[in-house]
């Protein structure tokens, strides 16, 4: 049992042996072209090369909704093809003072926070859009053959053709011969040959992974001995490894401590309640063993009719599924204002879905400042919900990085335990203790 147990931690943690860097393409270009629905009907191709029952690694699919900026973060997926392992990209849209800037500058003194607001989403939007640029081995530059070249499309190929890497011209929504006539329109952007392809119905994205596997291939072979061997990734484990979501209401501080997780920015961080839209998934190399962590949109206090309908009803549905996927939850809630029924409703739908869950009060720091004492807090809302005492209740700081080890090495503590196995004979001694205490109902069997 004992080898047994050891070959599973082997098989679902790192290798030891590093491994070539995965080759990453990155999907940019204006909002609404059409990225995201590439970046899923990439992403959805069979996995012919894994193995039955391995696993390909953390996936997640786009949010997909005709609203701009839909997408924040950077979504990442694998795919194979012609025998080459790519990963793929997803980016938010690149504005470039398109339109949507004049639109903002006509807010009203009264919309004056709210245009704040939507200029800081975009501002940490395209900032990820700029690391994956920065990060990127080819870049597609996704454009819309309904709309034909944009004063957007050009500004975006400027700063695209600055990069110095190789680019690839996908001419999206091309479903029809007349679409089809309108491709050397695209050649005025300067990028060469525009290539046609229907994110929707998957024409032409064959030929565009073809594109793309041999310009990385390419950027490979042109790449310094020492560079290559310097950029090295971890081996992917075979078996699934634990997933850990963090969860919680809006604004509690999830991306934050996802960030801090992974010691660099890899969600989009503002002070805007409901930044994230899509759940990110991200994989840490923690102790020897491989952890997939999900950092879920804030989730609303009680489920409605809108999931699935617009962006936010998506998002809402994206980050339920992030939660029935883990085995255990992050629950963060703020420590400066305390539990509130929000925070117990989160909790309580983490629980309904058979996940283990840590409760977090985070930015205890400044909570502390104010005077605050952790024994009080935990004896407060210990009494408010006396039937979650059974939930472990940790002090964190996603700022400082204050208790991240704590609530980590908790989470993995719980899975572990999860997958014990309680001897039958503990098991009749705890079901005839609480039949002394509460015995069941007269005349039942």
Partial sequence: AARLQGVYRALSSVAALPAKRTPLVALVGAPNVGKSTLFNRLIDRPKKHMR????????????????????????????????????IVDTAGLYEGSDEDEILDKFGDRDRKREAALRELRAVAEEQSEIALREASVVVFVVDSVLGVTAVDERIAERVRRLGKPILLAVNKVDSVERLRALPEFWELGLGEPYAISALNGAGTGDLLDLAVAACARVAAAAPTEE?????????????????????????????????????????????????????????????????????????????????????????????????????????????????????SVVSRCLAEGRSAVLCANKWDAARAKGKKWEKVVSSIRQKIPLYDFVPLLPLSATTGEGVEAILQAAVNIAAGRSGRVPTSELNEALSHLMERQGPPHGSA
Avoid: M, Y
């Fill in 52 to 87: 039955n029952n391995a696993w390909a690694g953390p996936q997640q699919r786009a949010i997909i909704c005709d609203e701009p900026g839909t997408t924040r973060d950077r979504l990442f997926g694998r795919v194979l093809w012609a025998d080459s392992v790519l990963r």
């Fill in 228 to 344: 290559t061997v310097a950029q090295v990734a971890l081996l992917e484990p075979i078996l699934r490894p634990l997933h850990i979501a963090i969860a919680g209401r809006p604004n509690a501080g999830k991306s934050s401590l996802l960030n801090k997780l992974l010691g660099f920015e890899r969600a989009a961080v503002s002070a805007t309640a409901g930044t994230t839209r899509d759940s990110v998934r991200a994989q840490l190399a923690w102790k020897g063993r491989t952890i997939v962590l999900l950092d879920t949109a804030g989730l609303h206090k009680k489920l409605t009719d809108r999931r699935g309908v617009d962006a936010e009803g998506r998002s809402q549905l994206d980050a339920s599924n992030s939660v029935g996927e883990s085995s255990v939850a992050l629950v963060l809630f703020d420590a400066e204002l305390g539990i509130t029924q929000h925070d117990i």
